[in-house]
Structure formats: C-alpha cells, structure tokens
C-alpha cells in the first residue's frame, strides 16, 4: 500500500460524563508535533456536555470533529462510529482520562514502513496516579512486554490504544456485544488477521488510574464480559493460555476455588499468582 508523505491520521475518541478529563485529552491532541490530523470526539449521551462543546467550538479547529448522541449506545459503539466516519489513512485512539506527549503521532508514523508486515504499532506508557507533574519523563514508566504469542494469549499485553492502517480497523470494529476486554478482542482479532503486532519502544502516553471519575465499564459488567470474550475466542488458545484465562475468571468474580478445580488449573504461572493474592499484592 502506497503512503503519503503526510498521510492524514485520524483518532477516535469516545466520552462520558467527563468533561474535564475529555478537554485534557484533546489538549494533549492539540499539542501534537504532526498537525495531519482528525479527531473525532463522540459524546455517548452525556447529561453533562455544554462545557466540552463550549471548549471545542471555541477552539475554532476543523481538525476537531464533535458529535453528541442522543442515546447511549456504549463505548464500543461509540468507537465504531468514529471509526466508520474517519477520513485518514491511519486510524488511532485516545480515552478520555488519558493524555498523549506531544511525540505520540510522529513516533508512531516513523514506524509505519512496520504496517506492511505487522497487525498494528503499539508503545509503553507514563503512569499517573493523581500526582502533579512538570515533564510526563518525571512519571513513573509502565513497561510493556514485547510481543510474543504466549503471552499475548493469556493476557492484553497491548493496552488500550494502537496505530494501524484505516482499513484495518474499519474491517475489524469493536465488538459491541461484549461488556469487557473489548480492546483485548479487537487486537486478538487483528493479530490473527493480519499478523504479529510491532512494539515501539518509547512512551507516548500518560495513563491517568485512580482520577475518582466513573469508569465507561463498569465492574459488575466485568466477569460476565470476560467470559464472553473467553468463550469466543477459546478455540484459538493452548492449553496453558486456557489455564491462565480460566483462573483469570476466578480471580474477577473473587470466587474461591475448590481443590480439584486448583489442581486443574494449576500451572507455574498461576502458582506465583495464587501466592501474590495470599500475599496481598
């Protein structure tokens, strides 16, 4: 597939009752160092939403694209609509609650020649958890592993966000049946399509945990959505990567395992878990 030299970038961005947060992340948009961009803001049905459109009718920037539902249809739906409208050759997404170092776009397309081979780019992240900080290199670093099948299959080593080609995301979409681990589905479902993803070393993204604001999943959807994505998509799993998801699902629902289904599910992995959870960590 033939590249532009500034191909256009397109970035969903769906939010919730979280204006604040929302206006920080296009802010972090905003700053990007490659201005060939979109971004496309879906308001999923907020009771709370004059000041986020105040700020980007404000801002008076045609890249900055705002959409308000008038019912909510959920996060994935809400995805999948900026995704089915964007524009650009390379699609990429943003949380709400989350914020992006003004490099994130341009590391991203200096790896793009990596499309050609790999499902999608995807990089390590900054975390904050509340503190005040002056450059996101201050924060501390949330490493993630390099990609293997192994581990991949046992847990979403991704993240949340990846960089890949427009079509690619458009062919996959959200699923909007499950209730959780929507973004380990769609990058499952990528992998197997269009092959192992590519790891960028450097961090582009701050992950804002612990902000008191309410989440877009909820937890008691939690257990039942994980089981959703563990029926689909078992058939694709050894049976160590079976294991660890199983005892996943025990540890969401917080639910004690007996001794024969412990023995079942034991295995070297699940073992160390089991003794952090004793442990408390």
Same mark, same amino acid.
Not at 5 to 26: C, D, G, K, V
Not at 204 to 216: A, D, P, S, V
Not at 271 to 276: H, I
């Given at each position: ?135 996101? /290199? ?5 490493? #993630? ?5 192994? $581990?991949?299959?046992? !847990? =979403?080593?991704?993240? @949340? ?73 078992? /058939? ?5 990567? #079976? ?5 996943? $699902?025990?540890?969401? !629902? =917080?639910?004690?395992? @007996? ?23």
């Amino acid at each position: 597939m033939v590249t532009h030299e500034h191909p256009l970038i397109s970035i969903y961005m769906p939010t919730w009752n979280r204006q604040q947060l929302a206006i920080r992340a296009i802010k972090s948009v905003l700053r990007q160092d490659y201005p060939h961009w979109e971004l496309w803001v879906v308001d999923d049905c907020s009771t709370a939403w004059e000041q986020l459109r105040q700020f980007i009718d404000g801002l008076n920037d045609a890249r900055v694209r705002y959409t308000r539902n008038t019912r909510n249809g959920g996060a994935c739906a809400v995805r999948n609509q900026a995704i089915l409208q964007a524009s650009g050759q390379f699609i990429t997404g943003i949380d709400d609650d989350d914020e992006w170092t003004p490099n994130r776009l341009s590391v991203f397309l200096a790896h793009r020649q990596q499309l050609q081979h790999h499902a999608f780019l995807y990089a390590n992240d900054y975390v904050c958890e509340g503190e005040v900080y002056s450059q996101p /290199a201050s924060l501390p670093l949330y490493p #993630k592993s390099p990609y293997s099948r192994q $581990l991949f299959y046992k !847990r =979403n080593i991704i993240g @949340n966000q990846v960089f890949s080609w427009a079509w690619r995301f458009k062919e996959s979409l959200f699923d909007t049946e499950l209730k959780a681990a929507q973004d380990y589905d769609i990058f499952l479902r990528m992998v197997v399509a269009y092959g192992e993803p590519w790891k960028v070393e450097e961090a582009t993204q701050i992950l804002h945990i612990n902000h008191g604001e309410m989440q877009i999943t909820s937890s008691p959807k939690k257990f039942s959505g994980y089981f959703q994505f563990y029926r689909k998509h078992k /058939a694709k799993f050894d049976r160590a990567s #079976k294991k660890y998801q199983l005892f996943t $699902l025990y540890q969401i !629902r =917080n639910k004690r395992m @007996n001794w024969r289904t412990l023995l079942t599910l034991l295995s070297l992995r699940n073992g160390k878990r089991l003794a952090d959870g004793l442990r408390g960590k």
